[in-house]
């Protein structure tokens, strides 16, 4: 094998090992950055990431990590949140990096090994209970933050399911986007049910319309009737949850208690203190912050003392505002907003799959650590990047061309479609 092509399966086992335990994700991501090193090209590499939108974004938030992590105090936290920080951009960086088929490969790691995770759940559930290899048990139950991970990744496989069959839709297809919907409905009944994950159901709520608008912009009636169908569709399939309506209703009556300043172990009561107490801590230091580590030490003094052992605020952008002030949260909230518009610049179905991914990504930064935990955004981040690495290909009027051998996805493309069409 060439040097040249040791990326392509480096990348795919990355994508491979999203579901994995985070010691493979971390794993998988030292061999893709010691492929990258060691398989030349490494000028073309850095034409591409210079060329990229997102390098800036990126390079002034490490800049700025580096300038508090200069002049503010450190603490025992500071080492890890420091390889945290630096870790959200190296991941993004490597896929940056990417040439168009290395990306795919990871892709087609990713969407393969979703597809057997997906099998294992069904079987697991129709069958009947059976013992679970331990490294799999997060994707078939709730297990920790590994399980939302999984569950976000699901999540990304349901929006693309459904990118995919609102293209047959607008190619007056129908029929063929009957098996896309179905896996839709499937892959939300597993993130709401044995997994049990919130944020992947309301990811999803908010990102299918949003497809849908980026899909219909142009045609006010069609976008309109497509809202009013998925609105009927994806609110019927939710109620027949009632698992998930339970999660919802407990989660509205756990803020509630917290705002009468009740404190008991709860996922909305412990986000109510945190989300309260960190945007204390950014408008107390809004320059600087308190320092690379400072948000636990700061945690420690004004939070309820039953969440102590708490090490993250649960949302990535007060995370950073309260250890970098609010350029740290604004250099990170650039990163993933960019990352975006990116995608929305695009009006094909690969603008609409990085769009889905992203958003994804965007929300569960919002309401979770998505980025900061390493069990999520070694993932996640990495998943969505690379969706937005193939969208990215703007001389390419299909870049998930060839996604399986002798295979398109999607069908022809949108750009496909204009560069053959008279004049």
């Known amino acids: 094998m060439q040097r040249s092509h040791i990326v392509r399966p480096a990348a795919m086992f990355w994508g491979l090992a999203v579901y994995m335990p985070v010691g493979v994700t971390y794993l998988s991501a030292l061999l893709l950055l010691v492929a990258l090193l060691v398989a030349g090209n490494g000028r073309e590499r850095i034409a591409r990431l210079r060329a990229n939108p997102l390098w800036w974004p990126v390079v002034a938030y490490v800049a700025w990590t580096l300038i508090v992590l200069a002049i503010r105090p450190h603490y025992p936290e500071t080492p890890s949140n420091l390889v945290h920080g630096l870790r959200i ?31 294992l759940v069904v ?46 839709i607008a190619a007056h297809r129908p029929l063929r986007a009957l098996p896309a919907f179905a896996l839709v409905l499937l892959l939300v009944a597993v993130v709401a049910l044995p997994l049990t994950s919130r944020t992947s159901v309301l990811a999803l709520m908010l990102v299918l319309p949003l497809v849908c608008i980026h899909q219909w912009r142009s045609h006010l009636k069609a976008l309109s009737a497509a809202l009013i169908v998925g609105a009927v569709v994806l609110g019927a399939g939710l109620y027949q949850l009632p698992q998930l309506q339970q999660k919802v209703e407990v989660g509205i009556q756990e803020v509630e208690k917290a705002q009468a300043g009740e404190i008991f172990h709860g996922s909305m009561v412990i986000r109510y203190f945190m989300y309260r107490d960190t945007g204390r801590m950014i408008a107390d230091r809004p320059l600087t912050g308190w320092g690379i580590g400072g948000w636990t030490e700061q945690w420690h003094q004004r939070g309820p003392a039953l969440f102590a052992d708490s090490n993250m605020p649960h949302n990535d952008f007060l995370w950073m505002g309260a250890q970098g002030g609010l350029p740290g949260l604004l250099s990170l909230l650039a990163i993933m907003v960019a990352a975006v518009w990116q995608a929305w610049k695009r009006p094909d179905i690969a603008g609409r799959y990085a769009l889905a991914a992203t958003l994804i990504a965007l929300i569960a930064s919002c309401v979770n650590s998505a980025l900061r935990d390493a069990q999520i955004g070694l993932a996640l981040l990495w998943i969505a990047m690379v969706y937005l690495r193939l969208a990215q290909e703007r001389q390419d009027p299909e ?25």
């Open 123 to 168: 079987v697991f559930y129709a069958v009947g209970g059976f013992h679970i290899w331990a490294p799999l048990r997060g994707v078939v139950m709730e297990v920790g933050n590994k399980s939302i991970s999984n569950a976000l990744l699901f999540s990304v496989v349901a929006a693309t399911a459904a990118v995919w069959g609102l293209s047959r």
């Open 89 to 119: 951009a190296a991941t993004l960086l490597m896929a940056m990096a990417l040439a168009r088929d290395e990306a795919m490969w990871a892709l087609r790691g990713f969407l393969l090994v979703s597809a057997l995770n997906l099998l």
């Open 399 to 423: 870049p998930w061309r060839d996604l399986w051998p002798g295979r398109r996805i999607g069908g022809e493309s949108e750009a496909s479609k204009r560069a053959a069409a008279p004049g």
